[in-house]
């Protein structure tokens, strides 16, 4: 009995995620046909710290983040993962940390040559 509710849980998790990821790359595409320039427009997503394109990024507070990153927090929450954009932060800060330390090296790697 127990596994058949496990198994109901998980259908539904990939039912929502799939849902919210068409909801998100909506957005891109509005933001896109809104401003064009926008495909072209980078910035530093605050979560994942990839220069990401500016079209379906959204401002939580005071964190920019990218368009797959919102998809993460969003379904993060509506998951009951997390509670707010704090608390993903803090979940996602090894990633950006590695994320950065490779930044750092192929801008070494860079002036080296």
Do not use: H, W
Request: hydrophobic letters at 35%.
């Amino acid at each position: 009995m127990m596994n058949n509710s496990k198994n109901s849980e998980n259908i539904d998790e990939k039912a929502i995620a799939s849902d919210m990821q068409e909801v998100i790359y909506q957005m891109k595409l509005d933001d896109i046909e809104e401003n064009p320039q926008s495909e072209f427009e980078l910035f530093t997503c605050s979560a994942c710290a990839k220069d990401k394109m500016l079209a379906g990024s959204i401002q939580y507070s005071k964190y920019r983040l990218c368009n797959d990153c919102v998809l993460l927090y969003e379904l993060a929450l509506k998951l009951k993962k997390i509670k707010n954009i704090e608390e993903f932060m803090q979940k996602t800060e090894d990633n950006r940390l590695s994320e950065l330390c490779e930044y750092i090296k192929m801008n070494s790697l860079k002036e080296n040559n």
